[in-house]
């Protein structure tokens, strides 16, 4: 079973830096597309990046200019790092990584908690 591991949360103060990391565990598996979701209150998890296998990334508005996605493809790796962190980027942040195994299947990391606060 493909398992995902994120490191790298934690507690920084307006306006500093952080950077996520996410290692899947099979590197002998074809990975497509790897991002990162955050989740606050509600059920929904937020797209916040993505990353395609040729390594095009996608941002949401609200961290576009802020945050960079980046991925080593031999080591089934995928990184965010955060820059001028807000308020409002507290939240849980979740890997995601799509591959492909018979089919295509997606895969979640458990998550990994940033609280940016002063």
């Known amino acids: 079973q493909v398992q995902l591991v994120e490191s790298g949360g934690g507690l920084v103060q307006p306006g500093n830096s952080l950077r996520l990391s996410c290692e899947v565990s099979e590197t002998m598996i074809s990975i497509k597309d790897m991002g990162w979701y955050r989740q606050t209150l509600g059920p929904e998890r937020e797209l916040v990046a993505v990353?395609?296998?040729?390594?095009?990334?996608k941002y949401s508005d609200s961290v576009k200019g802020r945050f960079t996605i980046s991925r080593e493809n031999a080591r089934n790796a995928v990184h965010l790092q955060m820059n001028s962190l807000n308020s409002e980027d507290t939240a849980s942040y979740y890997c995601?990584?799509?591959?492909?195994?018979?089919?295509?299947?997606?895969?979640w990391g458990k998550g990994t908690q940033v609280t940016v606060s002063s």
């Open positions: 995601n990584a799509s591959y492909e195994a018979g089919g295509i299947f997606a895969a």
């Open positions: 990353i395609s296998s040729g390594g095009d990334p």
